[in-house]
């Protein structure tokens, strides 16, 4: 934890918030948290399986995350978390393109595993993606929350906290939808696509250690209800006020709207 531009801490059920001075502070301590966490599992495994999230949320993080030194890169084996469907693979909102810029690129791991969402069989690549993580069992995962409460593409109307599949096609709605259109990956709302591959909520849940990047006005509303509502799918994130090892990083914007009923330190 970087002291220096910590401001306060919150803990709601099992859920660790920590709130940061500005964006880059954030960044950093999530990457810090990680980096930690990295280290000690590499130290006891030959591989470490590690899901990535992508978007807005996630660019202080990984910024951060790949300026560290010294990690060992090469015992990762790299999931990501969702794709669109039938997007290509080089236009610039593909979330495989965005890992390939900011993650893939810049260090060197064992392996990356990413979702193909142009391929012809949907259920195929779904079968083949949770065969993968079904057998290297991640153990560490960045993640982030959506302006609707999705966890990955798993918006309200899809969201299953029981869910049987590893990773299934979804249809998104219209407020993750346009979430994509505010943060500036497509012109409208037209040019978005209607449908994702994503990994399921009990497939995220399993990881032992979540580190949720959320910072920006636009996430102030959705922090607070993740919080403070009832644990129910009409929010998906607030299912990781159950997770044992999870904790969620906030700056300044997406901080002003914590409830009043978390009492912080």
């Known amino acids: 934890m970087n002291k220096t531009s910590f401001v306060r801490s919150l803990r709601v059920g099992n859920l660790s918030v920590e709130v940061y001075e500005s964006t880059e502070a954030m960044g950093e301590a999530a990457a810090g948290a990680f980096a930690e966490r990295l280290r000690l599992l ?3 495994n030959k591989t470490v399986a590690v ?20 990690l060992p890169w090469d015992k990762v084996v790299g999931f990501h978390m969702d794709e669109y469907a039938g997007l290509s693979e080089q236009h610039p909102a593909s979330f495989r393109r965005y890992l390939r810029a900011r993650l893939t690129e810049k260090v060197r791991m064992s392996h990356f595993y990413e979702i193909d ?7 195929e690549t779904c079968r083949r993606y949770s065969e993968l993580l079904q057998e ?16 990955a593409f798993n918006d309200p109307a899809e969201a299953d906290f ?3 599949s590893d990773i299934k096609t979804v ?6 939808r346009q979430q994509q259109v505010n943060e500036g990956w497509f012109k409208d709302l037209a040019e978005v696509p209607m449908r994702a591959i994503t990994l399921t909520i009990p497939t995220l849940m399993r990881v032992p250690h979540l580190i949720a990047s959320v910072p920006g006005k636009r996430k102030a509303r959705i922090v607070s209800r993740a919080l403070a ?9 607030t299912i990781l006020r159950t997770h044992p090892n999870a904790t969620v990083y906030l700056d300044p914007d997406s901080a002003t709207e914590l409830p009043s009923l978390v009492s912080g330190a």
């Open 42 to 44: 590499a130290d006891q």
């Open 51 to 70: 899901i990535f999230a992508t978007g807005a949320s996630q660019a202080a993080t990984l910024e951060a995350l790949t300026s560290i030194t010294g």
């Open 117 to 123: 969402g142009n391929g012809r069989n949907s259920e």
């Open 136 to 151: 290297y069992n991640p153990q560490l995962c960045l993640l982030g929350i959506g302006e609707n409460g999705h966890l």
């Open 162 to 164: 029981h869910d049987i």
């Open 171 to 176: 249809s998104l709605d219209e407020e993750c």
């Open 229 to 237: 509502e009832e644990i129910s799918t009409r929010c998906p994130a």
